[in-house]
C-alpha cells in the first residue's frame, strides 16, 4: 500500500499494489524511491527468514511494524496481521473448575475500570473479558458476587476514540459495560454458574510519605 508521506490518512489515500515490479509505482514515488524500495525489501527477504507463525505463538520471535498511529500509516496492516496469527481463546482456570473457550455457556471477568472516557459525561466502563460461550445484549446474567442478575442495554466495543454498541460477543472478545459502582476488577459473569476465575492480580494501597502539621494552630478550616 502506498501513503501520502504527511497528513492524517484516509481510505481514498490508499493505493494498493500486489507486485513492486508494478510500472505505476515510479509514476507515484519516482523512480530513485522506487528503486529504494525495491532494493530494501530484497534485502528484507533475503536476509531474513521466513515467518513461522508457531515460533510467533511459543515467544521465540516478535513481529516488528512500523507505522504511524497518529497518521493512520500502517495501522490496519497491523491489526489484520494480528487478526491472522494471535492465538485462538485459551481456557481460563477457575476456583471451581477449567473453563473450555468452546463451552455453550457464557462467562466473563471484569479486567479493568476507566473512568470518565468520554469528557462530556462522568462515566465509567468495565471491561469485561469473554472467556466462554456468547456474551448478548439485554440478557440477564449472574454478577456472581452481587448474587444478582444484571442485564446490559448499551454493551460496547472500542476502536481508538471510536465506540459501538454491539449485539453479542464471543470469546477472547472485550466488551465495556456502563457500571453505575456494581463492578471491581476481578468480578464475574455467567449465565447462572458460580465462578471465581483465578489469576487476577490484587493490589494493597500503599504509603509512601506522610503529611503531619508541625503546628496544630495553623491549619485551614
Known sequence: ????????????????????????????????????????????????????????????????????????????????????????????????????????????????????????????????RICSGKFERNTNYLHVRQNRKMKFANPTTFMASKKEVIDDAYPGDVVGLYDSGNFKIGDTLTAGEVLHFKGIPSFSPEQFRYVNNADPMKQSR
Not at 100 to 110: A, H, K, L, W
Open 1 to 128: 500500500m502506498l501513503f501520502r508521506p504527511h497528513g492524517k490518512q484516509a481510505e481514498e489515500d490508499v493505493v494498493k499494489f500486489s507486485d513492486l515490479n508494478d510500472a505505476r509505482l515510479e509514476k507515484y514515488i519516482g523512480e530513485a524511491a522506487a528503486r529504494e524500495l525495491r532494493e530494501e525489501v530484497n534485502v528484507v527477504e533475503e536476509v531474513y527468514p521466513t515467518f513461522e507463525r508457531e515460533d510467533y505463538l511459543n515467544s521465540a520471535i516478535s513481529p516488528v511494524f512500523f507505522g504511524s498511529a497518529i497518521n493512520n500509516f500502517g495501522v490496519r496492516e497491523l491489526l489484520d496481521c494480528f487478526v491472522e496469527i494471535a492465538p485462538s481463546p485459551m481456557s481460563r482456570v477457575t476456583e471451581e473448575r477449567e473453563i473450555n473457550p468452546y463451552e455453550e455457556q457464557f462467562s466473563g471477568f471484569v479486567f479493568k475500570i476507566h473512568a470518565n472516557m468520554d469528557p462530556k459525561h462522568r462515566d465509567r466502563i468495565a471491561f469485561l
